[in-house]
C-alpha cells in the first residue's frame, strides 16, 4: 500500500496507538474523580497539555475538543460573542475550510456581514486586500495557514500585523484566528503570534476525534460548551483521556526533528512533482511550484501536497483506478468529498469545470519515499495514457 492522501487523514504512530489501548483497558478513570485512577487520568492530561504548549509560544492556554472542527467552532463563534457589542462584521476567505465557510454562513444568517477575500490563481490571498477590507465594524479575521487541497502557505504573519497595527491605531480589538489544521506538524507553531489557532490529531498521526484550541495569553473567549466546567470552563464534557494523551504524545513525535523531517519530505515531493512533469504530458500543476518550510515562506507550496489537473481525464477515475494497485489519493477534501459540485478552492484559483473535474491530490507524509513515487509514476502514466486513449473524458 502506497498512501498519499494525508490530508485526509494519517496513520496513527504506533507508540500512540499502544498508549491510547493500555489507557483504554487499565486506566480508564475519569479525571474529574477524587480517587487514585481519577488523579492519574488527570496526570495524563496535564502532560498531553505540557507536549503541546511547547509546540506553541509560551503562556498561551490550551483547549482540548473533539477535533479540527469544533476547534474552528469555538474559535469563530465563541469570539463573535464575545465582542458583539463591538460589531458584526468577520473576514475571511474563499479558500477555508467547510469548518469555517459553514460557519460564515450561519453569522450571516444571524446578522453578520461577511467579507470573502478573493484568492488568486495560485489559492494566495493578498495582504493587501484584508487591508482595504478592515474597518472598526471587524471583529475577527480567520485564515488558513496552509491550503487543504493545493498546499498555498498562505501569508497569515504578514495580514496579522495587519490586524495588529489596525487596533494600535483605531483602538479596536478585532482577533485574529488561523485554521492551523494542515499546517501543525509540517511547520513550526513556536513563533506564531495569531490570538486563536485550531489544529487537530489525526492530521499528523494521532487519534481522530481530538484536537485543540490555542489561545493567546491575553485573549479571552466566553465558553463554547457548558455543563461540568471541564478544560477551566471552556469546554465542558468529561474528556477523552486516551483521546488527549494520543493527541499530546503526537504532537511531541510530529514536531520532533521537524525540520529533517520537512526537507525528507520536500524531497519526496519535489522528486515526485518532476517525473509527472517529465513523463505526463498535458498536466497542469495547481498552486505553486516552489515549496516553502515555515510560515514566513508565504506564497509558496508546503511539501506535504501537491495537486495535478491530468487533462483529457476524470480524477475520480484515476483515483479508483489508482486504487486497484494499492494507491490511495484524493479528488480535493475529504470533508466535501460526498457533496456535488466542483472544488471551490480551485474555483477560486480561476480553474474551469474540466480542469477541476481531472484534478488530484497527492498529500504526503514524513513515511512516504522515492521508491514509492517511482511506482506511483509508473502506475499513474499507465492510468492517464488509458483512459485518454479510451476517451473517457466528455
Do not use: W
Request: proline share 3%; charged share 25%; net charge negative.
Amino acid at each position: 500500500m502506497i498512501y498519499l492522501d494525508n490530508s485526509a487523514t494519517t496513520r496513527q504512530y504506533d507508540e500512540v496507538t499502544d498508549l491510547m489501548i493500555r489507557l483504554q483497558r487499565e486506566e480508564f478513570g475519569n479525571p474529574s474523580s477524587l480517587h487514585s485512577m481519577g488523579f492519574e487520568a488527570g496526570n495524563y492530561i496535564f502532560d498531553a497539555r505540557e507536549a503541546l504548549s511547547r509546540t506553541f509560544p509560551r503562556d498561551g492556554r490550551i483547549v482540548f475538543t473533539s477535533g479540527g472542527t469544533e476547534s474552528d467552532n469555538m474559535a469563530i463563534f465563541s469570539s463573535c460573542r464575545k465582542m458583539r457589542r463591538r460589531g458584526k462584521k468577520v473576514i475571511t476567505t474563499q479558500l477555508e475550510h467547510p469548518a469555517v465557510l459553514e460557519c460564515m454562513k450561519r453569522l450571516q444568517e444571524d446578522g453578520y456581514e461577511i467579507v470573502y477575500l478573493a484568492s488568486d490563481v495560485n489559492g494566495y490571498v493578498e495582504p493587501q486586500a484584508l487591508k482595504a477590507a478592515l474597518d472598526e465594524e471587524t471583529v475577527l479575521v480567520s485564515m488558513m495557514a496552509v491550503n487543504n487541497e493545493v498546499g498555498t502557505i498562505e501569508p497569515v504573519l504578514p495580514c496579522y500585523r495587519i490586524v495588529q497595527e489596525f487596533n494600535r491605531e483605531h483602538g479596536t480589538e478585532i482577533l485574529f484566528h488561523t485554521d492551523g489544521v494542515q499546517a501543525f506538524g509540517k511547520v513550526e507553531f513556536n513563533d506564531a503570534p495569531f490570538d486563536l489557532i485550531s489544529i487537530s490529531g489525526h492530521k499528523f498521526h494521532g487519534p481522530k476525534g481530538v484536537g485543540a484550541l490555542y489561545i493567546r495569553k491575553g485573549v479571552h473567549i466566553p465558553p463554547f460548551i457548558l455543563g461540568g466546567g471541564q478544560e477551566d470552563g471552556f469546554r465542558s464534557g468529561t474528556e477523552n483521556t486516551p483521546g488527549i494523551a494520543g493527541l499530546g504524545l503526537a504532537a511531541q513525535m510530529a514536531t520532533e526533528n521537524i525540520f529533517e523531517k520537512q526537507r525528507k519530505m520536500a524531497q519526496v515531493n519535489d522528486y515526485f512533482r518532476k517525473a509527472v512533469i517529465d513523463e505526463i504530458p498535458d498536466v497542469q500543476l495547481n498552486g505553486f511550484e516552489e515549496q516553502g518550510l515555515e510560515l514566513q515562506h508565504y506564497g509558496t507550496r508546503c511539501p506535504s501536497v501537491i495537486n495535478f489537473s491530468f487533462l483529457g481525464t476524470r480524477g475520480e477515475v484515476l483515483l479508483h483506478t489508482l486504487e486497484q494497485d494499492g494507491i490511495f489519493v484524493s479528488t480535493g477534501s475529504a470533508c466535501a468529498s460526498h457533496h456535488t459540485g466542483d472544488s471551490h478552492v480551485l474555483q477560486a484559483m480561476s480553474l474551469g469545470h474540466k480542469e477541476i473535474e481531472c484534478a488530484i491530490r497527492f498529500s504526503f507524509s514524513e513515511f512516504n519515499t522515492m521508491e514509492e513515487m517511482d511506482f506511483v509514476i509508473d502506475r499513474l502514466k499507465n492510468a492517464v495514457t488509458r483512459f485518454r486513449r479510451l476517451g473517457s473524458f466528455r
